[in-house]
């Protein structure tokens, strides 16, 4: 069995899949449940970043003037009234609220500009690094997965354990270098940073294909750990449902192998996969931030990077707070796909 | 990083000797023919330039960070530029006198100028913009802090009135250091918050176009150019990398055509240097006058035996300290002012002999001898991050050897800068004080003790109190005689070098690296700070 097969015959599950998620009374209700769920929540964790922040020595006042390379006593205070950094604590925090209640994230004192626009200007890039990068490595590692399953014992299934472990093992910024040397040093077929060749004036098709071109290293570099996990989850699952009764009696109906393997094992087996995939697109930001050192790359966890090395509260709290909504609604879609996947889990 | 080295293999390498061989003999017998037209400037071309770290504002009228003044001067220019003996050369100004008494400062401002907005310049923009330094800009309110006037007679002269002299202040008018900005669009406006900060509008030879932040900034010609025929090039992407390695695999690939600081880790420069295609480069970091010096804590009873301090002196051997961690990019520099403001800087001054014999005899004498465990008493080091941990790591290990414990302790920038200069528990701290581009600025700040400010960055922490160094400093600011200013400074060296006031340790080198086929990148004392109106890229 090949990886194309697998693809071509989950169309139909797809399908069923996205049919089942037009919502219904029952749906609804459960997203519902969830919004209200969310609010104390993320308000919680707002509270919680603003006084853990706070715990970390220096100020975006210390860091500017540290940088300037030369301050005075003056220059300090007028950083510091300008950061609103010389009020109560306490006065800061509502003051954050205020503005949150507001539907505003606040203003950055060290780049001059409203963090929502500066936070929105870099969303778009970290998401579509995470998204390719999470969903290129659902597909290769499923897929990986479901042939070690498939081949368990054999030379196939131990050259792609052995390939998984090392993807699992090898740091990502390590991974990211040598994908530079390799393909933008030796090659020289890749870009080795950005997210676009700038100052060229592209359109269209060109467009498309420089960013494209821009987004090989860095997708692989951030996907290749989870690929791993992804290969691992799979195998283990097919091999423990692949004993299921229920198996058996596909194979006895005389459905085709892989009819069994995919309609009936691979979907059995998925459920921890999607677990880990809703827990993991909130830790991919953790890795975001190492690729988008390594290449360049304009997103958020670079921001995020430079918002702690600057002490910039203000866009670290609206990152942080923008990353808890996420991993909240992650969490509720997760929930409303297992039970697709398994009619048997309740929608709370 | 050499993990992967490219196989020559024997058959290609002999077919490319036979294709070099006719192309070898034609350039030998061109050279004639070839000189003046690479001497010829060629119009046209991209420059893709690096700058380490993104920068926060895009003009230094308020703010002076690395990064910002790489980008500030291409688009806002300066009254003068310096050449390499720190010599003012005409910009927008194109004369200017002192007078005797170093009070009064009059320029005469080039005609015909307009910003790129296409507002005329005048002597009003330049008034406004050095109230504005002396108001707001972190070494401005120093270097401008005796001007109560600036006079426009007419629209092309500007008269710099003081109350007290400051003969540091011509040195200080580089664009990087005191840019000019339009008075039309920060009038009535908080320079602080002014847009202008991120969309800059200046007089210089480039446009701004675009900053896409975390990203790049786009900087267009300007074709209505004072400098008629200038800029050559057509366009500068400005890239912010941020990743060192990152960098290196830029310069190699050829994405980048420039780049300083150095841009890439000293241990990978050797590999760079050695490619065919780049080129480098250590002038044009004059202006910055670099350091690293070991300053003390006079605060420790210990430290304030200057037995301990020569001790520690004897301790350190600076060669190996510059070959070791800086890879032997820079100078052994032992004197308080750095050997690039050669103006100042007193070349007698050698560093304290290593020898741990004396070291060990004067710890012996101050009364520290040596426990049963080997050591006398121990340490608390720090070490500016921009030093990186080498550096502290050099030390703590050669002090160890004399019985001293350190305790070394490396922060991220920020940490660093709150425990050193507000919560000041170091004993020793590893400083990267630059003197910038005169020592009353760059200098007078770590040793005067009424600069003695807790909470105030690159004050003095050290908490060094000498009556004698306070006349002196004092003295040095406001003396407009140049050769008796220089005494002074030359008096303090001797002085601050005697007393082991702190010990100055090493200039590391800045290295620029580029492109062979980039000219004309470093022409000043400020380097890859300048306009770059006068580059351009060989075809």
Redesign the interface.
Known sequence: MSAPLILSKSAPLIAAMSARLIPSPRVLKALRRSLLQAIPTVLIIVILNFFLLRLAPGNAADVLAGEAGAATAETMAALRARFGLDLPLMEQLFAYLGNLAQFSLGQSPRYNMPVAELIGQRLPNTLILMLLALGGALAVGIAAGAVMAAFAGRWTDRALSVLALLFYSIPGFWIGLMLIVLFSVKLGWLPSGGAETIGAVHSGWDAALDRARHLVLPTVSLALFYVAIYARLTRGAMLEVKAQDYIRTARAKGLSPAAVTIRHTLRNALLPVTTMAGVHLGGLMGGAVVVETVYSWPGLGRLAYEAVMGRDFNVLLGILLLSSLIVVAVNALIDLLQATLDPRIEVR | ?I??R?SARPGRKLRALALGLPALLATALLPLAATPASAEPTRGG?L?FLVEH?P??LVTIA????PSTRVSPKVTEGLVTYDFDFKPQPALATDWSVSPDGLLYTFKLRPGVTWHDGKPFTAADVAYSIKLLRD?H??G??TFAFVTEVDTPDPLTAIIRLSKPAPYLLAALDASESPIVPKHVYEGTDP??NKN??APIGTGPFVFKEW?????V?LERNPNYWDSGKPYLD?I?V?????L??RS??F??G?LDLGGGPPVARSDLARLQALPHLGSDTRGYEYNGSMTQLYFNFDNPILKDKRVRLAIGHALDLNRLLNVVYFGYGKVAPSAISPYLTNFSDPSIKPYAFDLGKANKLLDEAGFPKKADGTRFSLRLYCNPFNGQAAGDFVKQALAKVGIAVDFQF?????????A??SRDFDLTLES??N?FDPT?GVQ?VFWSKNF?I?????NASHYENSEVDRLLEAAAVEPDTAKRRALWTDFQRFIYDDVAAIHLIAPDGVTLFSKKVKNHTLGVAGINASFADVYIEK
């Open positions: 990083m993990l992967f490219r991209v893709r993104e926060t504002t703010h002076t960070a690395g707001h972190p070494r309110r120093g602080l918050t900060a991120s896409v932040k975390g990203s790049h786009l366009r992407v890239r912010f990398i941020a990743d390695s990152a695999a830029a190699e690939t994405e922060f991220d920038f920020s940490t660093y800068i709150q425990k200069y507000t004080l630059s910038t600025p700040r400010k909470g105030l960055p690159f004050s």
